[in-house]
């Protein structure tokens, strides 16, 4: 049985930092890539980061890059999203997702390209 699990979020001022966490268990974590997502109540599920199966090759939506940092600690089978210089428009339902193969294509954004998701962790950033 899969279960991806994501933790860390929280109401934070605007300007503060956070660093979300994901666990990943009953799959060959280190053999795959993984990603953040995030969803705004009425908008799409964004993709917000992606990182190969070693943490060699790490991608990132423009809105975020220079904020956001994401890493892995494939012992620990866990995933981290580290977020600086939070702005309002970041809050929203934070997903961690788990793709089949170990890389990050050029569509890796693409929510049809992960198979397992945690239950989202909410990031609150108040001005």
């Known amino acids: 049985q899969v279960q991806v699990v994501e933790s860390g979020g929280g109401l934070v001022q605007e300007g503060g930092s956070l660093r979300l966490s994901c666990t990943a268990s009953g799959l060959g974590f280190d053999e795959i890539a993984m990603g953040w997502f995030r969803q705004a109540p009425g908008q799409e599920r964004e993709g917000v980061s992606c990182?190969?199966?070693?943490?060699?090759?790490?991608f990132y939506a423009d809105s975020v890059k220079g904020r956001f940092t994401i890493s892995r600690d494939n012992a620990k089978k866990t995933l981290y999203l580290q977020i600086n210089g939070l702005k309002p428009e970041d809050t929203a339902m934070y997903y961690c997702?788990?793709?089949?193969?170990?890389?990050?294509?050029?569509?890796?954004?693409?929510?049809?390209?992960?198979?397992?998701w945690g239950q989202g962790t909410q990031v609150t950033v108040s001005s």
């Open positions: 997702a788990a793709r089949i193969y170990a890389g990050c294509p050029a569509y890796w954004s693409r929510v049809v390209e992960y198979k397992y």
């Open positions: 990182i190969t199966y070693q943490g060699g090759g790490t």
